[in-house]
């Protein structure tokens, strides 16, 4: 029987989801193919449009290996499982004379805990455990949503939260769930035999194609113990979220809240002269964090790090006596032993770490109006950590809309560990793409993204080979769409209303009858800019925050006339094809704050190894973001519209190219006569269609 051809197998596969094929959906699964085949690495730029889940998909399935698939969004692991994957499968099995398997796997505290439904959760008091379902009111949510829960446990197959619909308030999971630390374990568990973690495991096991999340992902290569099941091809989707997600998975955080429950449920388990040492040490700590300002801590403070040294050895004195001493008293006492130490080994982990002061973490303070003060702490780079653990003993495949920064995909790479492009002699290939404005040289390059050489001290010669493929868009992006700079305003400052932005902004939205979305830098200048035009425009302006982001997005798609304001979350999550969104608009170049800690820090170890920390951590992580809410414009092939920025600099800094040059290649104007006439006729077009 002859290898069914991946041409054959794409064309099912899309015929199967009622795709069209796409010269570079064939592209990019033609050189997925050739990586697995190969054993290498490939970054693959995608645009919107291209069909990229099956462009990976179909040549992983026809490879007959074990393939994760690592996602950033609830929406694309939906997607994959309850979509692509069940139908890709079907048009494959006849082709491929078998049927692969595949499952969904998260993290524990994802999936509900039947001994904590059943037995309780342990509590800070005195008595044990808290039976939350006793104790709520069945009138309040709260209580609604755990009596809605428990009925839940007899109906689900998955126990999986994303698949309890409506959802519920992370109050009420929290006395359902446990986190990995919590677990009592399968062995040892009343419940163990019914897990839904256990299941969902044990599925992934027997999987072809196993889809995971970014964060599960990270704790795979952070934790060292495996938590996914072998498998020889990784694909990162989404990949331009990737370090941030491990970034996130490796910072540790304190707070006065946390460390104060931490004791409370160790003490009542422990002997009195470990309890009494560890609250002392919690009460210095806590005095010195109503003292916290806002800010990096360069270097730590005597009095700080004398309350963490306090801290972290009363803290190892009661891990010992947890694992050393019993009561029989305490109902249930594995499972309130078990989320003790849990609590207790956080806080003595992030303490130490802080009070260690490497040159590789960056520590500061945080300080909420709400929750109070916090410390963090946080690796100055992950690429390192995702050099050594991601692209070891597998073949990766990374893919995105938005890899390619400033014209090429070695600004990314660098944040991955990953050298400069290379050919298969391991040395720096042809630049193909146009060089990123202050880069460092070859040699600078190959070491890690914050200018440090590899932690492992490994060689360029022994560094990961990777092929970078931007495989385009369906769409015509010049024909589609416009980039407007309003090269006129006045350079946006740190503080101040910018009164000329705001009247430019309602003139462009009253030209394009509503239909905007307004990406903003900050929730301050999103709110500033919805009351200065629900006072001028007769059009609903809807802001985020005012209702839940699913429901703002359903009310934009749903009236041409809506216009929809917010900050992070719509810059890479609105999907809104059509008429109804024919305006983007950002207020400004979204640089990180000054003040950002871990930006600031990664910013000065670039310069600090003679590079451009500029380019390479502030002008980098506004090109990403404005390639996403570019992206937010053309949806489809029939869209058409004007992504404006609102920011002088776009048009008149050196750096201005770079980050144009990471946005999808529209039409390019700073006339702002022609962008109205265009904004207009745009918006007389869509009426007539209707």
């Not at 069940?86 to 049927?99: F, G, I, K, W, Y």
């Not at 990953?418 to 391991?426: C, D, R, Y």
């Not at 609903?540 to 929809?564: K, M, N, V, W």
Request: proline content about 5%; overall charge negative; some cysteine.
């Amino acid at each position: 029987m002859t290898k069914p051809s991946l041409p054959d197998l794409l064309h099912a596969a899309v015929t199967a989801v009622g795709g069209t094929e796409r010269p570079g959906q064939v592209t990019m699964a033609e050189s997925v193919a050739e990586a697995i085949d190969g054993g290498s690495h490939l970054l693959v730029q995608a645009g919107t449009g291209t069909g990229k889940s099956l462009g990976y998909l179909v040549p992983a399935l026809a490879h007959g290996e074990r393939v994760v698939v690592a996602t950033a969004t609830l929406a694309l692991q939906r997607q994959l499982v309850e979509r692509d994957l069940p139908r890709t499968v079907e048009a494959l099995q006849p082709l491929l004379r078998r049927r692969p398997q595949f499952a969904m796997l998260k993290g524990r505290s994802n999936y509900l805990c039947l001994h904590r439904l059943h037995e309780g959760a342990p509590q800070d008091e005195e008595d044990g455990l808290f039976d939350v379902f006793e104790s709520a009111a069945p009138t309040s949510k709260l209580g609604q949503d755990l009596l809605r829960m428990r009925d839940w446990a007899d109906e689900t197959e998955t126990g999986d939260r994303d698949a309890l619909t409506p959802g519920v308030s992370d109050r009420a999971w929290a006395q359902v769930s446990v986190s990995s630390r919590e677990c009592l374990g399968a062995s040892k568990c009343a419940y163990g035999a019914e897990c839904f973690a256990e299941a969902a495991r044990e599925r992934a096991k027997l999987a072809d194609v196993v889809v995971t999340n970014h964060a599960l992902l990270a704790i795979d290569a952070i934790e060292g113990a495996p938590v996914l099941p072998s498998h020889e091809v990784l694909v990162v989707d989404e990949a331009h979220e990737l370090v941030s997600r491990v970034t996130g998975a490796a910072t540790g955080e304190l707070t006065p809240g946390s460390v104060n429950r931490a004791v409370r449920g160790a003490a009542k388990l422990v002997n009195e002269k470990a309890g009494d040492a560890l609250q002392t040490a919690a009460e210095s700590f806590e005095r010195i964090m109503e003292l916290a300002l806002p800010g990096r801590l360069e270097e730590i403070p005597e009095d700080l790090a004398y309350a963490l040294m306090s801290l972290r050895d009363a803290a190892r004195t009661v891990i010992t006596a947890l694992g050393n001493t019993r009561d029989q008293s305490v109902q249930d006492e594995d499972a309130v032993r078990k989320q003790a130490l849990a609590s207790i080994e956080n806080v003595h982990a992030v303490a130490e770490r802080v009070v260690a002061a490497s040159e590789y973490d960056v520590v500061w303070y945080e300080r909420h109006d709400r929750f109070g003060a916090s410390l963090r702490v946080a690796p100055l780079s992950v690429s390192g950590l995702l050099r050594e653990k991601l692209f070891a003993d597998r073949s990766v495949v990374l893919t995105s809309a938005t890899l390619k920064l400033g014209g090429d995909f070695n600004g990314v790479a660098a944040s991955l560990g990953l050298p400069p492009e290379s050919v298969p002699n391991g040395l720096p290939g042809p630049r193909s793409h146009v060089e990123r404005p202050g880069a460092a040289s070859s040699d600078e390059a190959q070491t890690d993204s914050d200018g440090r050489e590899p932690a492992d001290g490994s060689e360029q010669d022994t560094s990961p080979l990777w092929k970078g493929l931007d495989v385009g868009s369906p769409f015509d992006y010049r024909k589609q769409g416009i980039l407007y700079v309003a090269r006129h305003l006045a350079q946006p400052g740190r503080e101040g209303s910018r009164t000329d932005m705001l009247d430019e902004l309602a003139e462009l939205v009253e030209a394009a009858g509503g239909r905007t979305l307004g990406l903003f830098s900050s929730m301050r200048g999103a709110q500033a800019a919805a009351e200065s035009l629900r006072g001028r425009l007769d059009m609903p302006i809807l802001l985020q925050g005012e209702e839940t982001l699913g429901e703002l997005i359903r009310s934009f798609s749903c009236d041409a006339r809506t216009c929809l304001f917010g900050t992070l979350s719509l810059w890479q999550g609105v999907d809104v094809p059509g008429a109804n969104c024919q305006l983007v608009v950002m207020d400004r170049i979204p640089f990180p704050r000054p003040d950002d800690p871990l930006m600031s820090a990664r910013q000065k170890s670039v310069e600090d190894g003679g590079g451009n920390g500029f380019m390479a951590v502030a002008a980098t992580h506004a090109a990403l973001l404005m390639a996403q809410g570019a992206g937010r414009l053309v949806r489809a092939s029939g869209d058409r519209g004007v992504v404006a920025v609102l920011d002088p600099r776009l048009a008149t800094a050196r750096y201005g190219s770079f980050l144009k040059a990471s946005m999808p290649d529209f039409w390019y104007t700073t006339d702002r006569n022609q962008v109205r006439r265009s904004l207009a006729a745009i918006d007389a077009a869509a009426l007539a269609a209707q």
